[in-house]
């Protein structure tokens, strides 16, 4: 609605100059033009992308497209237009006046006056052509030319939305926003999928190296986080992080963006589930208020029936199971699995989903795992014979694990003994200073961003929901 104002005020201004002059066309958006109301006459230039053209005898019809939103601009040119330059891929300045369009399609379209070729495209060599529907496998292949299409298009709108939603979600909760760091001597998870990092400068022969101890891009903020809820209450940070797994599967990548929050003077895994369960709800909800042409593109030609899996996602109060009845559970099942489910044993994509399925595919939490099975941090649950640790994992529909937490050990002799257990006592004495100087019972989660966008909008593969992927064996650009 504000935007809109500043449109139609823009359009006004540009109105009032002296009769005598040709008015100067006001720069808008293709997102602007369409959705500002009673422009019907007025003068707009608009920079952009043809996505079609549809030749008739007198007129040629073009689909201007810049990026702000699905739609494009109908901008219609009469026969004294050279329509040789005029060609799908091209980049153009549109120059004319909005008219009443007779079309349903559009409520206005615009009448060219002059339109300028900034670029032309060879449409021969283009890798995409004027009509086709390209699978997203097909795409994929031009990283650096795959943004001009539909999909991608929606899907890096619905992603740039997501971003601002989950801010404004933590903005709105009173959470700080911590920029934590990329480079970090620590392993928070401990499962030594770490990429090293090395000056390319050469060093003197008594230098060790550049940051003189083993440095690494992060695999988690969380650590950093912990250090803030010593000071600040509620906490988040939303940034890349690395794992060097050797994964080429759909959900895996080197590098991907984490949603983290860390929140002090909680006591249960309830609270933590709380805050992860209102986090999805919310910032879907936002951007299927904000974005709804995009998420629709997806859900109908990419993952039909997606819209109703993820409005019965939304409707239902996600389940929880420990992670004993899980396995129970998946004991059970007829299912064959490649991994035999038994206690003690990590879960594996398959059984997430398979438990997923179980749940009626609404999204289940599975808290208290294995103390072996995870990192030093989390809390003891101090049970027996089944040793756990409060940790939560949500499964969901589609994609498996996208939030893993715990409640983290804030009793100083607990955290020794799991240190000394894991040998990391003297690289965490730092760690130990927090439980030593005013601890506090703390917890957390981080959520995968990719998968996040894979849930909502039913993508298959993790690659094309993230700009420049990186995995095994690629890095491309
Ligand atoms: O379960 P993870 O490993 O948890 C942590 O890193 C905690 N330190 C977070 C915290 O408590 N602050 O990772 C969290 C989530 C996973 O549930 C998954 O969604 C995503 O990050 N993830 C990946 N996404 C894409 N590619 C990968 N290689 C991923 N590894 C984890």
Not at 49 to 77: C, P, T, Y
Not at 396 to 412: K, M
């Amino acid at each position: 609605m504000f935007r809109a104002r500043c449109v139609l005020r823009a359009l006004r201004s540009c109105s009032s100059a002296p009769c005598s002059r040709r008015k100067p066309s006001a720069k808008l958006s293709v997102r602007d033009v369409l959705r500002a109301q009673n422009t019907s006459g007025e003068r707009v230039k608009v920079q952009g992308w043809i996505r079609s053209v549809r030749s008739q005898k007198e007129v040629m019809f073009l689909h201007v497209n810049d990026g702000s939103s699905l739609e494009s601009l109908q901008v219609v040119a009469d026969s004294s237009f050279d329509s040789r330059e005029l060609v799908f891929g091209s980049s153009v300045e549109v120059q004319g006046q909005l008219v009443e369009s007779p079309s349903k399609r559009q409520n206005v379209e615009l009448k060219a006056e002059k339109i300028e070729v900034v670029g032309k495209c060879d449409a021969k060599t283009f890798p995409f052509k004027y009509k086709e529907r390209h699978p997203l496998e097909y795409v994929r292949q031009y990283p650096h030319l795959r943004c001009r299409t539909n999909a991608l298009g929606s899907i890096l709108r619905v992603r740039s939305e997501a971003t601002a939603a989950i801010h404004s979600f933590f903005k709105d909760n009173g959470f700080v926003h911590i920029h934590t760091p990329i480079i970090t001597s620590n392993d928070c998870e401990g499962a030594g999928e770490l990429f090293q990092v090395e000056s390319s400068r050469k060093m003197k022969l008594s230098e060790e190296n550049f940051f003189n101890v083993p440095a690494f891009l992060t695999v988690s903020g969380q650590l950093h986080l912990e250090v803030m809820s010593g000071a600040f209450t509620q906490v988040f940070t939303f940034g890349p992080t690395f794992r060097a797994e050797n994964s080429q599967s759909r959900r895996h990548l080197a590098e991907f963006y984490m949603v983290e929050a860390e929140i002090s003077f909680i006591e249960s895994l309830q609270d933590i589930m709380q805050v992860m369960e209102r986090l999805f709800k919310t910032a879907t909800m936002m951007v299927l208020s904000n974005c709804p042409e995009d998420v629709e593109l997806c859900h109908k030609f990419i993952a039909p029936g997606q819209k109703d899996r993820l409005e019965h996602m939304l409707k239902n109060s996600f389940l929880i199971m420990s992670y004993t009845e899980a396995v129970e559970i998946l004991k059970q099942a007829s299912e064959n699995f490649t991994f035999t489910p038994e206690w003690g044993a990590d879960l594996h994509t398959e059984h997430e989903k398979y438990l997923v399925k179980h749940c009626g595919n609404i999204p289940v939490f599975v808290i208290n795992y294995p103390l072996v099975l995870k990192p030093f941090y989390m809390r003891d649950n101090e049970d027996s014979p089944q040793h756990t640790v409060a940790a939560v994992d949500l499964l969901v529909p589609g994609v498996g694990e996208l939030f893993g937490g715990s409640l983290r050990e804030e009793r100083y002799h607990f955290l020794e003994q799991q240190l000394a257990r894991s040998g990391l006592t003297e690289a965490y004495q730092w760690y130990l200073d927090l439980r030593r100087y005013g601890s506090v019972p703390h917890g957390g989660f981080g959520m995968g961003f990719e998968r996040y966008l894979q849930c909502i909008l039913g993508v298959d593969n993790i690659k094309d929901v993230i700009p420049f992927p990186r995995f095994t064996h690629s890095c491309l650009l």
